[in-house]
C-alpha cells in the first residue's frame, strides 16, 4: 500500500510545482485541508470534499515507522535519480517519444528504477512485479507488458554497471 501511495504522491507533483512536502501528509496520511485558512492562504487546499474518492478516505491511516521510512525514502530516490533514470527509460523505451509514454507508465518505472538501485533489501523481482500490478490497476491494459519490457532491458544494464546491488539471504542472484 505504501508503493501505492508513492504512486499517488507522484502522480499529484510529478509534472507540477507543487511540493511533495505539502502532497505528502494529504495522500499518504490522508490529512486532507479541504478549507483554506486564513493564515495558510488558498494555496493550502489540495483537494475539495468531493474529489476524495478513495474508500474510507475521511479516516486518517496509521503506518509502521518502516513503511513511512520507505515511503520517503522512495519519494527523494525518485526525485534526486529523475534526470538519470529519464536517461534509462529513453534509452530502453525503442521507437517511443517519451512524452508518448503515458504518466503513470513512466511515474511507475521511475518508482521501479529507483527502488532497484536504493533498496538493498527488496529483490529485483517483488520490485518489478508490484510496478506492474500498479501499472495494470492504474493505468492501460498494455501498460504491465510495456513497463515489464523496458525494466527488464534496464534491469540488465543496471546490473552490468554494478548499480543494483541486493544484500542479504535470497536476494543475490
Request: glycine share 4%.
Amino acid at each position: 500500500m505504501a508503493r501505492e501511495k508513492v504512486l499517488q504522491i507522484l502522480a499529484a507533483c510529478f509534472e507540477t510545482p507543487e511540493e511533495w512536502g505539502i502532497i505528502f501528509p494529504h495522500i499518504f496520511f490522508r490529512q486532507f485541508t479541504f478549507e483554506a485558512t486564513e493564515t495558510a492562504g488558498e494555496g493550502t487546499r489540495i483537494l475539495r470534499p468531493e474529489e476524495v474518492m478513495e474508500l474510507d478516505a475521511d479516516i486518517p491511516i496509521q503506518w509502521s515507522k518502516e513503511d513511512e521510512d520507505y515511503a520517503v525514502h522512495l519519494l527523494q530516490s525518485v526525485r534526486s535519480m529523475l534526470e538519470k533514470n529519464q536517461v534509462l527509460i529513453e534509452k530502453h523505451a525503442v521507437n517511443w517519444d517519451l512524452e508518448r509514454i503515458a504518466l503513470l507508465d513512466r511515474i511507475l518505472m521511475h518508482m521501479a528504477i529507483a527502488e532497484l538501485v536504493t533498496c538493498q533489501d527488496i529483490p529485483v523481482k517483488v520490485t518489478i512485479n508490484e510496478v506492474i500490478e500498479l501499472a495494470k490497476r492504474y493505468s492501460t491494459d498494455k501498460s504491465g507488458t510495456f513497463i515489464n519490457g523496458i525494466l527488464d532491458a534496464t534491469v540488465a544494464e543496471l546490473r552490468s554497471d554494478g548499480r543494483i546491488v541486493k544484500v542479504g539471504r535470497g536476494l543475490q542472484e
